[in-house]
């Protein structure tokens, strides 16, 4: 079992809600987010999307988008952001899924970037521009390394696309929460929780909520159906704000929210 | 589910899972209606009432003896509505987003002739329209932006990355991806996921048919090179498409060459040795970028061809040897946009002008029966400010 499966595991054991925290790579800088990540650990995160920038990242919003640009700007590349796998690995065993967009894999070379992640230390891949149709060779390559590449389920997917999901879906689901781009706001969890149900009758693969979620009590308002929330715009806006206590306080506090469901 | 929409190993749809089901569903309405004659016959109603269908095939007598070589033809797009190519794409769209019930169009923009396109026809058929715009190209085409405005569009300002074309495009996608249900995406060229860049290529491709019918009537049907522009690609594929199993008519797509061979300082996407395959946008094709895979900001003096991806058809045809891109830098686009303006009374796009440019390379090389037909994909009235400060003339 990979550190991912395993921690989902754990998590369902316990009768617990996982938390995913997403941090853009090399915001502010290199060492800043190995730093970020190991506070974010203790502070009751129980996954890492670490986010490797891209100069075009189509499904994120302004926050993710200013945070991409800024750290690309400052030098952060797809070979950096291995390093800062590496540097985490020393001291901690949390699940680290990296997220990025197909660009910056191809450009590396995908096979050798399988490679050398699960070398570095990573357990799997989030690419939000390629969906199920495109997959199928990156699938393969990524278990030849037994890495995840994780799938996706919006409110719009068809039955027909949820089947074909659920079929060869590992790690977990990411369940974008609404039509549109990454970014905290009010959204109706309704749409959602339904294909997740849909989802659940078909897989034991768990199921992760993202996209809007900025407070505790939206994270337990998307955890209702859910195994786990991703946060990642509320988190990332803070840290670029050099608002890092509050950061980890945000991260606390849901988690407190999420273990009292 | 397996890639569709592949020319070659390029194209595919690397999109979010959100706009999939919308892809899907606009893939089935244009399988339906591209065959359905009443839509065709309303596509080609408005192409020659409302565009101004068929464009003349000019023969330009005195840039034929300028040259000595080859007769020259001009394919006349620009003499269309809107003064360009874009209206045969953007009336395309619009009726099968009306049939599609979309109440709401949206398209994004550089240099603003697509944006002014997409606005005309909403305009027409009553729909809502947003126009995704660089703030820094929104400063460069004022009188685009108003016209756009007095079209009846809002035009969005388009502030991340690099505030250009390629931003606009990321952003217009990202509002398409919150407003599926009811908001059309009209693209403006040959690129993005399937079923765009052969939709896009079938609404343009009746610039080829033409050229096939008027050449016959013209040289008995003696074709020997083709030229077009090529940016994003929408009126070189619209050109070269028809001919594409012909060999003996050769075929060039002209990319800018800009200012220079060094990264970011010009816009050759296939006719740089440097440039690779990336994704972008949605589609697997050549691509301008950097060696950690980050899009480059392309240059160009044409605002309509400093697109950094190209259309996934143009890198398959740049493999095959179908069509042979090269590259005509600032200077000599000026040029020509000079020479025809002077000698045949036709002011070209600066676009348009890279493709006239070639001729200067190409001809010495040709002989005299010979027949060159030249896509002029617009007019050069709102290049003509611009042109003036590259001369050095202040008509501000």
Redesign the interface.
């Known amino acids: 079992m990979s550190r991912l499966e395993n921690k989902f595991q754990e998590l369902k054991n316990a009768g617990k809600k996982g938390l995913v925290i997403y941090i853009t790579a090399g915001m502010p800088d290199a060492e800043a987010t190995v730093r970020l990540v190991l506070e974010a650990e203790k502070a009751g995160a129980d996954v890492i999307e670490l986010g490797v920038p891209f100069s075009d990242p189509m499904a994120d919003g302004p926050v993710i988008q200013a945070a991409s640009y800024q750290a690309i700007q400052k030098g952060m590349t797809v070979k950096k952001v291995l390093e800062i796998v590496r540097e985490i690995r020393k001291s901690s065993q949390i699940p680290l899924v990296a997220m990025g967009y197909v660009n910056n894999m191809l450009n590396y070379g995908f096979e050798k970037f399988t490679v050398d992640a699960r070398e570095a230390g990573l357990d799997g891949f989030i690419i939000p521009d390629v969906p199920h149709e495109e997959s199928g060779d990156m699938k393969k390559a990524c278990a030849e390394q037994g890495l995840h590449l994780v799938e996706f389920v919006t409110p719009g997917t068809t039955d027909e696309r949820i089947s074909e999901t659920c079929t060869t879906a590992d790690g977990f689901i990411y369940c974008v929460s609404i039509n549109g781009v990454t970014g905290v706001r009010k959204i109706d969890y309704g749409p959602i929780n339904r294909v997740i149900e849909h989802v659940k009758n078909q897989t034991a693969t768990p199921c992760a909520v993202g996209f809007g979620i900025g407070t505790p009590e939206a994270a337990v308002e998307a955890a209702r159906q859910a195994d786990a929330v991703i946060v990642g715009s509320a988190v990332v806006k803070r840290i670029m704000e050099g608002r890092t206590e509050e950061a980890m306080e945000l991260i606390v506090s849901m988690r407190h929210a999420l273990d009292e469901m | 589910?397996?890639?569709?929409g592949r020319f070659g190993k390029y194209g595919?749809?690397?999109?979010?899972?959100?706009v999939?089901?919308?892809l899907n569903q606009l893939e089935e309405a244009y399988n339906r209606y591209k065959e359905d004659p009443d839509f065709l016959a309303e596509l080609r109603k408005y192409y020659v009432e409302y565009a101004g269908r068929p464009t003349l095939l000019y023969y330009a007598d005195k840039l034929t003896k300028h040259y000595g070589g080859a007769k020259i033809y001009l394919k006349r797009e620009d003499l269309l509505h809107t003064g360009a190519h874009k209206i045969n794409n953007a009336l395309g769209q619009a009726l099968l987003a009306k049939r599609m019930g979309k109440k709401r169009v949206i398209a994004e923009t550089g240099a603003g002739q697509h944006g002014v396109a997409t606005a005309t026809v909403a305009a027409l058929f009553g729909m809502e329209c947003k126009i995704f715009m660089g703030a820094v190209d929104i400063e460069r085409q004022k009188l685009n932006v108003f016209k756009m405005k007095l079209l009846g569009a809002e035009v969005v300002p388009v502030t991340?990355?690099t505030s250009t074309l390629?931003?606009a495009t990321?952003e217009a996608?990202?509002y398409w991806?919150?407003?599926?249900d009811d908001t059309h995406y009209i693209i403006g060229s040959a690129v993005g996921p399937h079923p765009y860049p052969t939709m896009v290529r079938d609404f343009q491709s009746v610039i080829g048919r033409e050229i096939r019918e008027q050449i016959k009537e013209e040289t008995g049907g003696r074709l020997d090179y083709l030229l077009a522009c090529v940016g994003g690609g929408s009126n070189a594929i619209g050109t070269f498409y028809e001919f594409k199993d012909d060999a003996a008519v050769h075929k060039f797509g002209v990319e800018a060459a800009g200012r220079g061979s060094a990264i970011g300082d010009n816009a050759q996407t296939l006719s740089n040795p440097d440039s690779r395959p990336?994704?972008?946008?949605?589609a697997?094709s050549y691509?301008a970028?950097d060696?950690?895979?980050?899009?480059?900001e392309v240059y160009s003096i044409s605002a309509g061809l400093d697109y950094p991806g190209v259309g996934p058809e143009h890198s398959m045809f740049h493999d095959q040897g179908v069509v042979k891109y090269v590259g005509i830098n600032d200077q000599e686009a000026l040029d020509a946009f000079q020479l025809l303006t002077k000698l045949e009374g036709i002011i070209p796009a600066v676009e348009s002008s890279h493709a006239l440019a070639y001729l200067d390379k190409l001809m010495p090389n040709t002989k005299k029966d010979e027949v060159v037909v030249v896509t002029l994909s617009g007019r050069g009235d709102k290049d003509v400010q611009q042109v003036a400060r590259a001369l050095g003339e202040e008509i501000d």
């Open positions: 589910m397996a890639s569709k595919g749809q690397y999109v979010p899972e959100i999939m089901p919308v991340t990355g390629k931003d990321s996608i990202r991806a919150a407003h599926i990336g994704v972008l946008h949605g697997y691509l970028q060696e950690d895979g980050q899009v480059i």
